[in-house]
């Protein structure tokens, strides 16, 4: 009964031409580009899913949601998403800052060629919540990173190198702001001018482990930090996205095979670790885990388990303490998932997304290496298909939450495997490393949830229902939003659509 269908409105941007007009823009590089105005496309049977904590699925109505699609036109591998108090939303990832300010219907370059010089394939974008300050940040070969930041919606940007040490390499590269705190550097504020009004952070990892250093002027500068405990340092120090909290505190989430998280509650001066949810512990290789955290700074930790479902712990002393047995947030049916990503609003008021397949019917068959397939998306075979899903929890900190998802996609975002490490890719018509690490979920001022994700499966293997690997080798930046459904604030009410 937890199926449910229904109307669901999807614009997806097709090269048609008797559908398409053109924008022409020009981006900071004086290179123009063509983006097609989205072409709206019903969805008439969407997969809707209502699930408890085990996730079965429940005799329950599903919220009603609608989610808007937007093509951002450039490669959007690793994307980082971000929306200023303006309804401006950053789409950062590979070399370029794209901007939206019209709800997705249309997208310019924006970074600064010269603040925002050298450009890499390897960037993290964040918008500062608070301050509404926008950093774009590059990894300069493996040695040191370039920061560049604008405070009036990407108009101008300023910029400075920050050196991350010359061996033996630095990758992995995130950046996140959050309020000061009244101990450790959050007290130095209290007797030094100057501070910016949230503390920056900014962590990557070494072959050693995981990195962290704070910024007291808003990220132009990193004087303090180092190496952090609870290093994964049998995987490379490899972390997920950095969280923080209303009351400051701060979450890092390694790479290692029991969930764990990292946490600071003095602005980075000190780490403590802890770990959670070992009945669901994480399969090897896998990516970054995140936590999220509501407007009590209660958190919510998420991370794909080793039956291949997503998972979440949730902690309601500010990380002190996690539960110890695992909620499932994906519905049963989805037997592999990737790429988890998470925000929050008011308590309780969660959203989640990932990429996951539903075909049960492969499970046991023979993967790329001709072994019994267990769900690992590394492994998964060639024919197999991935989708985008979106979940809303409305009442998350329950005993017995409800978990209601949206399968967004109606064409595959990957045929085939996602390789989840980098040193075991396979060519099959081309790398399978095409989605890299990472997709984004971040909401608005209002609540309005916005999934920020590569497609991998364009063209003609999206229209090809027999498309395999070998035609799922895209990376084009895509995002999705909720067009109308509840806010997770509970004061903004239902949502409607922006345009």
């Known amino acids: 009964m937890g199926l449910m269908t229904g109307p669901l409105m999807r614009t997806k941007a097709v090269l048609l031409a008797l559908l398409m007009a053109t924008v022409s823009l020009s981006g900071c590089f004086g290179e123009e580009e063509i983006i097609p105005e989205p072409v709206p496309v019903i969805e008439e049977n969407p997969r809707i899913f209502v699930t408890d904590k085990t996730g079965a699925s429940i005799d329950m109505t599903a919220i009603n949601m609608t989610f808007q699609f937007s093509d951002v036109g450039e490669t959007g591998k690793e994307p980082s998403i971000g929306i200023t108090s303006s309804g401006c939303i950053f789409f950062i990832a590979m070399e370029k800052v794209m901007r939206s300010c019209d709800g997705g219907q249309s997208w310019e370059e924006t970074q600064d060629p010269v603040a925002c010089s050298p450009t890499t394939s390897d960037p993290y974008g964040w918008v500062d919540p608070i301050t509404d300050r926008v950093f774009g940040v590059q990894m300069?070969?493996?040695?040191?990173?370039?920061?560049?930041?604008?405070?009036?919606?990407?108009?101008?940007?300023?910029?400075?190198?920050?050196?991350?040490?010359?061996?033996?390499?630095?990758?992995?590269i995130k950046l996140a702001s959050g309020p000061w705190t009244d101990s450790g550097y959050g007290a130095l504020g209290q007797f030094t001018s100057g501070f910016y009004e949230t503390a920056?952070?900014?962590?990557?990892?070494?072959?050693?482990?995981?990195?962290?250093?704070?910024?007291?002027?808003?990220?132009?500068?990193?004087?303090?930090?180092?190496?952090?405990?609870?290093?994964?340092?049998?995987?490379?120090?490899?972390?997920?996205?950095?969280?923080?909290?209303?009351?400051?505190?701060?979450?890092?989430?390694?790479?290692?095979?029991?969930?764990?998280?990292?946490?600071?509650?003095?602005?980075?001066?000190?780490?403590?670790?802890?770990?959670?949810?070992?009945?669901?512990?994480?399969?090897?290789?896998?990516?970054?885990?995140?936590?999220?955290?509501?407007?009590?700074?209660?958190?919510?930790?998420?991370?794909?388990?080793?039956?291949?479902?997503?998972?979440?712990?949730?902690?309601?002393?500010?990380?002190?303490?996690?539960?110890?047995?695992?909620?499932?947030?994906?519905p049963a049916g989805v037997i592999s998932t990737v790429f988890p990503q998470t925000d929050a609003g008011d308590p309780g008021r969660i959203a989640i997304t990932y990429l996951g397949s539903e075909n049960t019917e492969m499970l046991n068959q023979s993967d790329i290496d001709g072994n019994p397939w267990n769900g690992n998306a590394h492994y998964a075979p060639n024919n197999a298909t991935y989708h985008l899903y979106i979940t809303f929890s409305l009442n998350a900190l329950d005993e017995n939450p409800i978990f209601h998802t949206y399968r967004v996609t109606d064409d595959p975002v990957q045929v085939g495997s996602i390789c989840l490490n980098s040193g075991d890719c396979r060519d099959i018509g081309g790398s399978n490393r095409n989605l890299l690490d990472f997709n984004d979920l971040h909401i608005d001022r209002q609540g309005r949830v916005y999934v920020a994700f590569a497609d991998g499966c364009t063209d003609g293997c999206a229209d090809n229902p027999n498309a395999s690997a070998a035609d799922s080798r895209d990376g084009r930046g895509a995002v999705y939003y909720l067009a109308s459904g509840p806010s997770l604030y509970v004061a903004d009410g239902e949502l409607e659509p922006l345009y």
């Open 140 to 172: 300069i070969g493996l040695e040191t990173s370039w920061i560049c930041w604008s405070d009036d919606d990407g108009q101008t940007w300023m910029g400075n190198p920050h050196d991350s040490g010359t061996t033996p390499l630095n990758d992995h």
């Open 200 to 330: 920056v952070y900014y962590c990557y990892n070494k072959l050693a482990g995981i990195f962290c250093f704070t910024s007291f002027d808003g990220g132009a500068t990193f004087a303090t930090g180092g190496q952090i405990i609870g290093l994964a340092t049998t995987n490379g120090g490899l972390h997920g996205a950095i969280s923080t909290a209303p009351d400051g505190t701060v979450y890092v989430t390694p790479r290692v095979a029991t969930p764990t998280v990292i946490v600071s509650k003095d602005n980075g001066f000190s780490w403590f670790e802890r770990t959670m949810g070992s009945d669901a512990g994480t399969p090897n290789p896998r990516k970054n885990s995140e936590v999220s955290t509501d407007t009590d700074s209660n958190a919510y930790h998420v991370w794909t388990g080793a039956d291949e479902g997503v998972y979440m712990s949730r902690s309601t002393d500010s990380g002190e303490t996690w539960e110890q047995e695992s909620i499932r947030i994906s």
